[in-house]
């Protein structure tokens, strides 16, 4: 090793240095204090340069050789060796090579680096080069890294390329920056492939991050991002029965953008505050269409995270169904087939989900909207529904949920099917029966975390339209219901409409159906008038909607008999035969009580009635109806069976009866029968 002094007139000076060559160099560090934890910070390469005293010096060769270094503390334990080396051109030197291997013995991790530096000034001014070759390895988590890094002071660049493994994961960059001094504009590729089962390969075709300088004295700065994101998904398939409903797509497509006020220079004590949006295109499925986009916004100091920071969330997403019609199509064969009438209609169907939430807080809050645009050749089904979800947390935990939601019913006209009137149908559950979930909602009730308020609702302008066959234009209903998780609450009015009953063209003047709670004693107020040559009976069913009471008045007032009678045969009581008057007896005394509904007595009214039987001790009906070719069809029943027989007159005395007995549902052990006689019957 040589070192030689000289003196010039202005300053102290290095005239010479070198050569110098250290081999086999040890150094051990050992030290009971433990580290401490500081934050990691990136070194400072931007006044890399001679200091002013050695910019004159002639250097010669210089090469230290490091076989082994240690150092040990109670939480730590590195172990590494390398080489450092000054190369010259002429006699300045030009070239600095690092070469180092590291180990963390007790992380059982190893790192390598490679670094050299390159100063075609000879170090005098800061236009070097800086090129870095590393890796890093952690066997256990079965880790490995490479990284090259390149940074040219001159043309204000610097570059990164890296390739990581993990497991099966595996990511490779490409990051470029150019910079001046008040501006660093990078652009990112990059690729990971096994990142999820569900997402297979993730891609960033070209993201474009810019940092611009604000106000330079206090190190503000705005970022801008631009980054489109590619998702490879997985492919599978939804199956309803074994059957193929739909398919995922391939990819998906987010465009990420965004803009942040930070800091210029790497501080990460620097207020921070912005707001990123990813954008999803349209995913488009067989049957269903997706698309929508989330925003964050964000304001805190980083390396207080989380503490005192704000975390919004809102976004905006839309579901869609451009073609109802060739779901229902493919519904039509399974358990899941929808119901006349909904099963013709066509159009679309669109649900809207918005959301704001704060990550840090305890309620976030998720508006939707749900809207139909169906219709077919005589049915229309445009609904519009707004609502909100609520969701409670608290410490990070879920608490409850609350939904409200308002429906409308814009431009409602639906064709019921023909449903058999011969009874009434029971509006509410019989009370002895229990859903096995409806066991479970009373099991907890108190541990009840999901509330809701739903309201549906018609314009008095727009009623909802019904098409049912017995009327003779489409049946006007006023809808003003509340549902909730107490039960259900609200009025359902129907309009006056023509209908053709008891064979006459007759008139419901209105039908008011008002729900209370508890169930059992919500209200019916009906009217219907059937009017006749000489009379008009007004029929009404007045009462709760569990015992509905059936009230016959007429103009001018008849009895009851010759009402029912009128109704029933078109003739008073007295104007009668023997088996028409008893009929109409029998049939006044089950409506009392409550063996026969409003619908029922629809039924005898508009078929060619022969007979009518109740028994109220047994509380046993039955009725004979005629059919053609001079047979009869009896139906009866009783608390306990149904029947339907067919019987026929064969001549000479000979009658052939047939019967069907079936168990009703309490006693559904018993065992169906069914008989066949032969009677002959002569008179003496």
Known sequence: MSLNLGYKITALALSDFGPVTVENLRVHLSTQEKAKDEPFQLPDFSRLHLPRFLKGTNVQPLKVTLAKASYINPTRHYEAKGTLSFSEEGSKFNTVQLNAEVNDVLKKQQYTANVEVKSEDFFVSDQWKINVQSEFAEEEKEIKAQF?????????????????????????????????????????????????????????????????????????????????????????????????????????????????????????????????????????????????????????????????????????????????????????????????????????????????????????????????????????????????????????????????????????????????????????????????????????????????????????????????????????ILVDLHLSDKGMEGTVHIQTFPVEFFQREATVEQVSLRFLQPTENSEVDATINVPYADYTITIKVLGTLDQPKVVMESSPPLSEEDIYAVLLYGEPYQELAYDESSSTADVSAAIADRALSLFSLYALGSTPIERVNYNPVTKSFSTKIKLPGGASLVLGGDAEKKEIGIQKQLGKGWIIRTLYESPNEENAQQDAKATAVIEWNKRY
């Open 148 to 476: 090259n890094f390149l940074w040219d002071r001159r043309d204000k660049y610097f570059e990164l390329l890296t390739t990581a493994k993990m497991q099966k994961i595996k990511a490779n960059a490409v990051i470029k920056t150019h910079y001046e001094k008040d501006e660093m504009v990078t652009s990112v590729e990059a690729k990971v492939d096994n990142i999820d089962p569900m997402i297979p390969h993730v891609e960033l075709p070209h993201c474009e991050f810019s940092l611009r300088a604000v106000r330079l004295t206090r190190n503000d700065g705005i970022l801008n991002i631009n980054c489109p994101l590619h998702l490879q998904l997985k492919e599978y398939s939804f199956l309803l029965e074994g059957k193929k409903v739909d398919e995922s797509p391939k990819t998906a497509v987010l465009d990420l953008s965004g803009e942040v006020e930070t800091f210029f220079e790497l501080d990460l004590d620097h207020e921070t505050k912005g707001t990123i949006t990813a954008k999803m295109l349209a995913m488009p499925y067989h049957f269903i269409e997706t698309d929508g986009n989330i925003s964050v916004q964000f304001e805190g100091i980083p390396t207080n995270f989380p503490d005192d920071w704000k975390l919004l969330t809102d976004f905006d997403f839309n579901f869609s169904i451009k073609h109802f019609q060739k779901l229902a199509q493919f519904l039509s064969n399974t358990t899941f087939s929808l119901p006349a009438p909904f099963h013709v209609l066509k159009g679309d169907l669109a649900l809207n989900i918005k959301g704001k939430s704060d990550v840090f807080g305890d309620d976030s809050h998720f508006p939707f909207q749900f809207q139909t645009h169906l219709s077919s050749s005589e049915q229309n089904f445009d609904v519009l529904s707004d609502g909100n979800i609520r969701i409670n947390f608290s410490s990070g935990k879920y608490q409850s949920s609350y939904l409200e939601m308002k429906v409308k019913l814009d431009d409602v006209e639906v064709q019921l099917p023909k449903l058999n009137p011969i009874a009434l149908p029971q509006l509410v559950l019989d009370e002895r029966i229990v859903l096995e979930k409806q066991k479970k909602v009373q099991a907890e009730a108190e541990k009840k975390t999901f509330t809701y308020d739903v309201f549906v609702v018609t314009e008095k302008s727009q009623p909802l339209q019904v098409k049912y066959y017995p009327a003779k234009k489409t049946i006007p």
